[in-house]
């Protein structure tokens, strides 16, 4: 998805922040121009995102499967079309050992026979609270998403040009971030499995006011906020929990209408657009997503693996399609900086009917702090600021 930059970034709410993402959705019109066929409407939106841009042709490559696919349609497009190859541009953190994807990135480059592979060797600038986003905390306030000068190494390659990525993946790319791709893994199990399954597909297909309170009380506990606080977020995601559809088709198009996506892609491109750069995420393209509902149906097209092996047989190797693990980033966003704000930190410019001050601080200081944290983490550091923030 292509998305013009807005006058202005959208800066979070308190709540926003004790939340820890936007929840909702925004407002869409049905989309009827996606085709039938996923892998013909893919490659054209990125052809077109392509030849409305000019070079470089950036994709921000991590090695999993989702900038995999993209960077193989840019490539293939490229040599069909005689343009310009794309760069894959990586970002490398080698402090933070569980984020190292070099063996399937190399693996996937030699098969591509892509000639250059840009690596960005990290260690703490992308930190939530390290020079960079402070910068633009003081500037702005939190914005969303709280990591949103993740970009900033890659805007600066791609300047003047195109950076093509493979955000949405997870959502659009098969069955199972999806209600309904319960019922998919049932089908797959043994005999054994699907009895032992059985419970938890019976609860997600439950009535969404039944079930939203019984899925959101098994999530991980927020001992970085008060009760009232802790209170008042499980409601919201409950109510955002009741939105969810059972049937494929519609929670797909739901997904790539959901305030985090949409708002998460306008801020992005605000900060591209600084660099004079066109910042696309072709898996949330409307017309690829109107693709893989009619594609779905009710039921959904599988699990992602058969959607990839579907739509890019040729060149996506199979170890690339199979595979299941994913790198890790928490310790690479919130690591020295985030360590030294907890640890010097008094407590002040937060809200302590709402933050527990101590629960956000241990939080901060563990060995992988969850990521829910980083917007609420930043709104302490400003609050903590004296231009910024009332001195308890």
Known sequence: MFVRAPENPYVMTEFDTVVGVLLGLEESERNESGGIDPRATLERVVFELMVSSRPPYVVAFSGGRDSSLILAIATAIARREGLDLPTPVT???PHVTESNEEKWQTA???????????????????????????????????LFPATIVGDVPMLEVARGGLILDGE????????????????????????????????????????????????????????????????????????AEKLRPLSFARSVRQARRRRSVVIGSANRAYFADRFDVHLASPILHPDFVESMARLGGILGPGQRSDVLRMIAPDLLP???????????????????HSRAFAENWDGSGVDRSLVDVDGLRNELLSERPNAAVAALAQSAWLGSQPANGVKE
């Open 318 to 336: 199979d170890e690339v399609v199979s595979r299941r693990s994913k790198a890790i980033f928490n310790r690479a966003i919130m690591g020295q």
């Open 168 to 239: 949405g993946g997870d959502d659009i790319l098969g069955s199972e971030a999806h209600r309904i791709g319960s019922l998919e893994r049932l089908r797959r199990g043994s005999l054994h499995g699907r009895v032992r399954k059985l419970p938890s597909v019976a609860e997600r297909l439950l009535p969404n006011r039944i079930r939203a309170p019984r899925q959101v009380a098994g999530m991980k506990p927020t001992p970085w906020l008060t009760p009232a606080a802790a209170a008042a977020r499980k409601q919201a995601l409950v109510d």
């Open 108 to 142: 996937f480059l030699k098969h591509l026979r892509l000639p250059d592979w840009e690596r960005l060797e990290l260690a703490d600038e992308l930190d939530i609270v390290g020079p960079l986003a402070t910068q633009r905390l003081l500037e702005f306030g939190v």
């Open 91 to 93: 970002k490398v953190f």
